[in-house]
Structure formats: structure tokens, C-alpha cells
């Protein structure tokens, strides 16, 4: 590619939408201005060495432009309240990991750069992201951020468990329900499934799974509001609410926060749960850890005995809803040049890799020339096979049209997980609970519009 030289203006033209040269590789280098400052906002997963090695990637950055980033976090519980808490008291980062329905909300608030021209030419040097995930970051025909990975879910289970009860293993919700029936022993604090609908991913993530395999949506194909109220959703919430009615879940199930679920599951308490790939994540650590060689060999039998199952499908496909991460710049960036570096530094294949060697599979890439710098790192097992085709499944919030502002606003709202608990905990009916969502949601659809 010929050398460009860089301005200010080009820079800044780029993020409205225009053409701007950034530090991709065979790209001129930008002149970032020597002490340029960055606050950097990732999420802190359960796997910590994949925080480590992203603050790492950042620091490389900042020392070969004689610059400063900042790293800070934002966890599983607070992904949505810390974002909007920094709206209001206009104290957003310079550049923020953004999360699935991220990007359509916080762009229709107006806090995003437009960074169409930038996503160009990182797919131009780097790659686009697949055509079900794509979308994810582009809003009414503008691109307000950049597509990094996917961490997915996957249906977890102990095989020994299932092998000897010779209970096949779930490929469907009704599968996994059945199977939990099969398996339960609750006088020996062991239960079928494990499964919260509490006001995190893995509540509001696995209810957006249940409801788009079974073929409900809250929009239409053109991102509309439509209604929920309909025989699919009713069989939903008969499965979202009869794994607590049949007492195939510890009782305390509907409080677990975001991380008791792998808790429950690593102690083995449970059977089955969704989760990411933290769990795997746990159970190597564990095993690097071990203190002797019977506790090596505890530790390794426990590793082989895990699997991590494709998550289940419904009567009308497997739609698994993700966190599909992004890198949106925001609007009260000061240096939006050094902002654009700094993303386009971070989704390098090189950087990637090295971020995902440290990922435990639970980072997977989007991006063509990532994905294929990181392919053989997916082939080491079955489990990692699965999560190397975490894209393949991967749904996003408004299906199955576009991801709206209205339709992050309903993720965001946990009308999908508070509705199960209207049955559960206040014993309304079904049909209650969802004339309940489909009001809320229509409230939310009549406020934003689209």
C-alpha cells in the first residue's frame, strides 16, 4: 500500500466516515502525539489471564508511541449500569469494549464516533467479520464500532453423569430438560441443571437463546416491534419456568449471580448448566495447580469428564445468543487519532493471538485474518473445536431483524429474565408474565422507535 501521510483532519474525517490511514499493518504509521492519554474499558472476565494479556497488549501500544492507557474494568453485573452511569455524568472512556446490544444503544444515545471509514479499512487489511456477526456493529448503514470476538455459551455437562444413567446428551432444550430429570438427586445436593434467570449474560443471554430457537423475537425482520404474545413464547416460559417447578435446580438457583453457576457446576452439584468457556478455563487451572500426583490425576479425569456441548436448539433451529465484543470510540475522546491506533493495534492477528493463547477458548475472533492465524489453536480437542465455531451459532439481540437501539434497550430493561420471575417467585400465570413483557416491551419500542 503507498506511504500517506497523516493529518489531524484526515484522521478525524475518518471517524465521521471518510478515509483514514491508521497503524494496520502495510499502513503508514499515524503520529500519534507523543504523551497522548487513553482510558481503555474491558471487561473483566473469569479468566484472568485474558485481562492480563489484553492490558498487555494495550501497554505495547503506549510504549511504541511514548503514550499512556489507562485500563479499567467493567464486570458481568455491571456491563450495562457502569456505560450508562458514565453517560450521565459525562465520564465515558476514550475507547470502550462494547457488548452485543452495546453499540445500538449507546450510538442511538449519540455517544459514538461514526467509524465507517476506519471499519473499511480494517477490513480491507484485517478482514470483516462474518455476516451474522457484522451487523452487530452497524446502525442505520453506519458503522459505530468494531467487531473484536465472540465468548460464547456452551450447554456444559459431566459425561460420567449422563454415561451412567445412559441418558444421551441433550442436542435440545426439551433434551437437556428431560435429561435433568433423569439425573437428579436432590438428596444427595445434586441436581439436574443449573439455571439462573438472573439480570446478567447468563440469565438474559440463555432466555434470547430459548426464545429465538423456539422462534420468538419482539421485532420483525425490519427491527419492528412485534408481539410476543403467542403459543412459541408460552412454551418458552413453560420451560423457562417448569425446570424450577420441577425441582430439577438447587433451590436457590433464581439468586446465583453471575459466577455461582460455574461454582456449582466445578463443585459438582449440577449436571448441566450454560456457560462459557470459563469453566474450562477453571478446570485447566486447577489442574496446572495440582499438588501431588493423585491430585493431578483427580484433576485430569475431572478436565477429560467435562464436555462443552454446542448450546441446545428448539423446534425452530440452535440460536445461540453471545457477547459478540466490539471496540466503540466514544464521542468525549479528546485524541480520537490515537483512539483509532489503539483498536486497530488490538484487533492485529498478532495481537490477537496473543491475547487468545491466554484465553482458555473463551476468545474467539472474528476478523478472517485473525480467525485464521488462530485456527490451529481451536484443534487441540473437542471442546475447543466447539468453541472455535462459536460464530457459527451465534444469534444477536433483536433477532431476527436487525440489533435496534430499541431492541438493546429491551436486554438492558431484564423484561427477559424478570418475566420467568413473575411465575416462579410471585406465582403469576404464563400468560400474565407475558402480557406483562410484551407492555414493557412495546413501552420501550413506542419511546425509541426502532
Keep these: 500500500m503507498p506511504d500517506r501521510r497523516l493529518s489531524r483532519r484526515s484522521l478525524l474525517a475518518g471517524a465521521v466516515g471518510a478515509s483514514a490511514a491508521l497503524a494496520l499493518p502495510g499502513m503508514a504509521a499515524p503520529q500519534i502525539k507523543k504523551g497522548a492519554s487513553l482510558r481503555l474499558w474491558i471487561l473483566k472476565t473469569y479468566v484472568e489471564p485474558t485481562n492480563k494479556a489484553v492490558e498487555a497488549a494495550a501497554q505495547r501500544w503506549a510504549q511504541k508511541y ?10 458481568f453485573e455491571d456491563m450495562q449500569t457502569k456505560y450508562v452511569a458514565a453517560i450521565e455524568n459525562k465520564n465515558t472512556p476514550d475507547v470502550g469494549q462494547l457488548e452485543t446490544g452495546a453499540p445500538a444503544r449507546f450510538a442511538g444515545m449519540g455517544q459514538l464516533l461514526d467509524l465507517t471509514g476506519f471499519a473499511r479499512q480494517v477490513e480491507g487489511e484485517i478482514g470483516k467479520a462474518p455476516a451474522n456477526v457484522a451487523p452487530v456493529t452497524v446502525i442505520g448503514g453506519k458503522t459505530y464500532a468494531i467487531p473484536w470476538y465472540i465468548m460464547p455459551a456452551f450447554w456444559y455437562v459431566w459425561r460420567d453423569e449422563f454415561e451412567k444413567k445412559k441418558v444421551k446428551l441433550p442436542a435440545t432444550f426439551e433434551e437437556a430438560k428431560a435429561a435433568a430429570a433423569a439425573l437428579n438427586r436432590p438428596n444427595d445436593n445434586f441436581y439436574g441443571l443449573g439455571q439462573s434467570w438472573n439480570r446478567t449474560a447468563d440469565g438474559y443471554g440463555v432466555m434470547q437463546s430459548l426464545m429465538y430457537s423456539y422462534g420468538v423475537g ?43 453457576n ?62 459478540a465484543l466490539s471496540f466503540g470510540i466514544f464521542k468525549t475522546a479528546k ?11 488490538l484487533l492485529s492477528p498478532e495481537e490477537t493471538v496473543k491475547v487468545m493463547n491466554d484465553s482458555h477458548g473463551q476468545f474467539s475472533p472474528v476478523l478472517d485474518k485473525a480467525r485464521a492465524a488462530t485456527r490451529d489453536y481451536f484443534n487441540k480437542n473437542d471442546n475447543y473445536r466447539n468453541f472455535g465455531r462459536a460464530a457459527e451459532w451465534f444469534v444477536a439481540t433483536g433477532w431476527p431483524g436487525p440489533v435496534t437501539a430499541a431492541a438493546a434497550e429491551v436486554q438492558a430493561s431484564n423484561v427477559l429474565t424478570d418475566a420467568p420471575a413473575k411465575v416462579i417467585i410471585d406465582k403469576w400465570s404464563i400468560d400474565q408474565a407475558i402480557d406483562w413483557a410484551d407492555k414493557k416491551i412495546k413501552e420501550i419500542y413506542d419511546t425509541l422507535g426502532r
Design 262 to 323: 460455574n461454582e456449582a457446576f466445578i463443585a459438582k452439584k449440577i449436571a448441566q448448566t450454560s456457560n462459557g468457556p470459563s469453566i474450562t478455563f477453571a478446570l485447566e487451572n486447577a489442574l496446572a495447580k495440582a499438588t501431588d500426583a493423585k491430585d493431578k490425576k483427580m484433576r485430569e479425569e475431572a478436565l477429560a469428564n467435562h464436555v462443552a456441548l454446542p448450546h441446545p436448539g428448539g423446534p425452530d433451529g440452535r440460536r445461540c445468543w453471545g457477547l
Design 335 to 345: 485524541d480520537p487519532e490515537a483512539a483509532m491506533s489503539l483498536v486497530a493495534h
Design 66 to 75: 511514548g503514550a499512556q492507557v489507562t485500563v479499567e474494568y467493567f464486570t
Design 218 to 260: 419482539w421485532a420483525n425482520k425490519d427491527g419492528k416491534y412485534q408481539s410476543i404474545k403467542n403459543a412459541k413464547m408460552q412454551q418458552v416460559m413453560k420451560w423457562a419456568t417448569d425446570i424450577y417447578k420441577e425441582g430439577i435446580q438447587p433451590a436457590d438457583t433464581l439468586t446465583w449471580t453471575g459466577s455461582q
